[in-house]
């Protein structure tokens, strides 16, 4: 992560602490690897549930050797395969066997940031419904309706993103604030005064940065190998956040219609879809690179 404008990004920088640059590969797991820290029971998945609670995945070796190529080669087709190995489910619109076990089931590994998915997206259902200072109101923030949209969002962060201890919670949070940061990239804006399509670009913007977040976790959880000069790997992890960032801009925006006349139950189902297909999406167009 760190792709931020506005935020500065973790203590550590752009690089992520678990590369091992110029070491083992990391890709001889043959059994499956889980969530990382733990699995449970598909079915009874739901937005608010962590990692640990998350559907069991498949091994992530496939995208490991994938990913590893694509870090030492820059080739779009190796990370074309690298994640739609890790979406993974078999056939169109869920990448090569194994992995998550498709767009549904990586879906469900994102607990805590569908349940933040939801939180944000019922703010931009307010919005549009109620307008800004009674959206604020309902969190007891009014006074900061013509404060920058940036100090309203952090000052919203505890209930957008609440914390805990697992690394669930950590990448919704750690979205949460690089797309906050990205607000202000081109100029701070009064919240009051956001146009709707910005908080839809907002919205967009925290579930492709989670959803990089997560694949970094996964495909990173045992060790890769990455070259050892930075800029390269600087470039790798820019070329991953465009590739996930180009199939969720877009192509998700058709979810962001009628959001007002959803309640709250639809919001949540509505931010549960959009992941579904996010996944879906990156599972196809990294099938077409390959």
């Not at 752009?14 to 499956?32: H, I, K, R």
């Not at 000052?155 to 949070?173: H, V, W, Y």
Request: hydrophobic share 40%.
């Amino acid at each position: 992560m760190g792709t931020s404008k506005g935020y500065g990004g973790p203590p550590n920088g752009l690089v992520p602490t678990w590369l091992d640059a110029g070491g083992g590969a990391g890709d001889g797991d043959a059994e499956a690897d889980g969530n990382g820290d733990g699995s449970g029971s598909a079915d009874s998945a739901s937005p608010a549930q962590s990692d640990s609670e998350s559907t069991p995945a498949g091994g992530f070796a496939a995208a490991r050797n994938a990913f590893t190529r694509f870090s030492k080669t820059g080739s779009s087709s190796a990370l074309g395969s690298a994640l739609s190995s890790y979406v993974g489910g078999g056939g169109r619109g869920g990448g090569s066997r194994g992995g998550a076990g498709g767009a549904r089931r990586a879906a469900q590994r994102m607990g805590s940031a569908r349940a933040s998915g939801a939180r944000l997206l019922g703010v931009v259902r307010d919005f549009q419904a109620v307008g800004p200072v009674e959206t604020l109101r309902q969190l007891d923030l009014e006074s900061m309706a013509h404060q920058p949209a940036s100090e309203v969002f952090l000052a919203m962060l505890e209930f957008l993103c609440p914390p805990g201890g697992a690394i669930d919670e950590a990448i919704s949070r750690q979205a949460m604030l690089e797309a906050i940061g990205n607000l202000d990239r081109d100029a701070p804006t009064a919240f009051a005064q956001l146009a709707p399509e910005q908080l839809r670009e907002f919205f967009l913007d925290f579930v492709a940065l989670s959803i990089e977040g997560r694949v970094i976790a996964d495909i990173g959880a045992r060790g890769i190998t990455m070259p050892a000069d930075i800029a390269t790997v600087e470039h790798a992890h820019e070329q991953l956040h465009d590739f996930i960032e180009g199939c969720c801009r877009v192509h998700l925006s058709g979810l962001l219609t009628g959001l007002e006349a959803l309640s709250s139950r639809d919001v949540e189902q509505r931010s549960n879809e959009i992941y579904e297909a996010a996944f879906s999406l990156i599972a196809d167009a990294g099938e077409d690179a390959t």
